[in-house]
Structures are given as C-alpha cells and as structure tokens.
C-alpha cells in the first residue's frame, strides 16, 4: 500500500474520532496526517514523512489549538454559585443585616441585606448582590 494512501486513512480515522471527542486535537491531528498524504504523494522518503507529521501536529497543537479552544468556550461563561450575582429573587421572610430566607430560582437560601440599615420585606423581589459561603446578600429592586 502506497505510504500516501496510509496517511489519508490516518486522517480519515483522526477526523471521524475528533467528532466524536469534540477536542479540537483530533482534528488538527487530522490535517496534518492529510498534509503528509499530500506530501508523501509528491514522492517524499517516508522518514521524512513522519518529520512532517511531527513538526505539523506538534506547532497545530502548540498555537491554534488554544486559539480554538477559546473561540469555542462562550466568553464569561459563569458557573456554579457565581451564576446566582445578578439574578432576582423573591424575599420568603424578612431580609435584614442578621439573616432572612430568600427563593432564587426555584431554590430557598439564606440572605442578608446588603444595606446593613435595611430590612426587606417578604413578597419583595431583590437583586442577588454577591454570594458569601451559603448565604446570598441582595438589594431591593428599584
């Protein structure tokens, strides 16, 4: 089987598996195997071949892979309780600078005013401020 041959293959192969991983190495190992096809069917000696290869795969994966990797990320993407600052949510029992209960998202958590001097009443919709440990300090909407 002709070395080219073998290449194309490899990308083929490296091309289907990056569909599956969705890693964005895959498929950068993939161009360069299909850059070796391309050279190995211009007649280079199969060592070289695999200089090729290397130098390609090692310098995609060095600099556009994490180009692509930041370009598929949404940008600012916040996770976990850092998603709550900002969010509304609806006061369950009295809000002030000792505790209260809030309900943000379907979910009841233990709030603070964020004022110190206020005191929020139930049935009032708040901003969530800032979540400090367990407990969510929020501000009266305006």
């Known amino acids: ?3 080219w041959l073998i290449w194309l293959i490899a990308a083929a192969v490296l091309a289907v598996a ?7 190495a895959l498929g950068l190992l993939a161009g360069a195997a299909a850059l070796t096809a391309a050279c190995a069917a211009l007649g280079l000696a199969v060592p070289l071949q695999f200089v090729v ?10 600099f ?16 976990g309780v850092e998603a709550l600052v900002g969010r509304a949510a609806y006061v369950v029992s009295e ?15 233990t709030a603070r005013a964020y004022d110190e001097t206020l ?4 049935g009032t919709t708040v901003d969530v401020m800032e979540i400090s440990g367990s407990t969510a300090l929020v501000y009266p909407r305006e």
């Open 1 to 3: 089987m002709d070395p």
């Open 18 to 24: 990056e569909v599956f991983s969705l890693t964005a």
């Open 53 to 62: 290869f290397t130098l390609v795969a090692t310098l995609s994966l060095w």
């Open 64 to 79: 556009v892979r994490p180009l692509a990797v930041r370009h598929l990320q949404p940008p600012g993407e916040r996770f």
């Open 95 to 109: 809000v002030s600078a000792q505790g209260g209960r809030v309900r943000i998202g379907g979910e009841e958590w």
């Open 119 to 122: 005191v929020i009443a139930p």
